[in-house]
């Protein structure tokens, strides 16, 4: 089983325990988060607060589950403690929050990601530090103001220790992105406000390793990463399905069917 299905594994039995949370979005960047954790950041699980640390926002902070299993998986705590997700006497709640170990910035109320990240990113840039900082967005977090404000400053401040990996699954709590406020074409925007661009397959791990690679020698841009993916990725019930963006509440039979798919 890879790492990404790993992630998928431990969160969805995440999201069946708590009887509520986010699988379609959790499930899309399983493999951006798989990649960072295990191939690219410069971390440390037994120091989370390790002040040479590279950092990651989850910006599309209901997708917690995931982050929530890879952190477990890397060793900031335990698997068992991820299964507390959403539970009243744990701390794994609903969006990130920094009382988790290895958890930069609070999310949940999108838009707010990116300008967290480039604060941090420009605060490296101030103590002459080497750390670098990595925002994912989710499709909502697109159509945010604050998000473009954010892009635009970083542009401008020519942030190269900042990189942006745009999950694009494509469906909202609503609708599809082309239905509810089309935003293409995202790398020909974000170009135009300064960014080096990439465009990836979200789930292939060598092309997004060797797109981070990128990002991390481009000098004078910040890195703007489009990772296409699937909503629900990895389990054939739930991709492209849109209710399985919301946070629902699944049956014993959806969680070990999902299980078996996942290769378990």
């Not at 989850?58 to 705590?77: E, N, Q, V």
């Not at 299964?83 to 969006?95: V, Y």
């Not at 945010?144 to 942030?159: L, R």
Request: with cysteine; glycine share 10%; aromatic share 6%.
């Amino acid at each position: 089983m890879t790492k990404a299905n790993h992630i998928r594994h431990l969160a969805i039995r995440a999201i069946h325990a708590a009887r509520s949370g986010h699988p379609g979005g959790a499930f899309s960047v399983a493999e951006i988060l798989a990649t960072l954790y295990f191939e690219v950041l410069n971390i440390n699980p037994d120091d989370p607060r390790w002040p040479e640390r590279d950092r990651l926002v989850l910006s599309k902070g209901h997708a917690c589950p995931a982050l929530y299993a890879t952190l477990a998986l890397r060793g900031y705590f335990a698997k068992e403690d991820a299964l507390g997700l959403r539970s009243i006497n744990s701390i794994m709640e609903g969006h990130p929050d920094v009382r988790i170990p290895g958890v930069d910035a609070v999310s949940g109320s999108l838009g707010m990601g990116l300008s967290q990240g480039l604060g941090m990113a420009m605060g490296a840039r101030y103590q002459q530090k080497d750390f670098r900082t990595y925002v994912i967005l989710g499709d909502g977090d697109m159509q945010e103001g604050n998000t473009w404000e954010a892009m635009m400053a970083a542009g401008h401040h020519k942030m190269d220790n900042l990189c942006a990996i745009y999950d694009a699954n494509l469906l909202q709590g609503d609708a599809r992105v082309e239905d509810q406020m089309s935003m293409a074409p995202m790398d020909a925007k974000a170009a135009a406000f300064g960014w080096h661009t990439i465009t990836v397959d979200g789930h292939d791990m060598t092309a997004l390793s060797e797109a981070f690679e990128q990002a991390r020698t481009t000098k004078g841009k910040p890195s703007f990463i489009l990772a296409n993916t699937v909503k629900g990725k990895g389990v054939s019930f739930m991709e492209h399905d849109l209710m399985w963006h919301g946070s629902i509440t699944m049956t014993d039979e959806q969680l070990a069917a999902s299980l078996k798919e996942l290769g378990l």
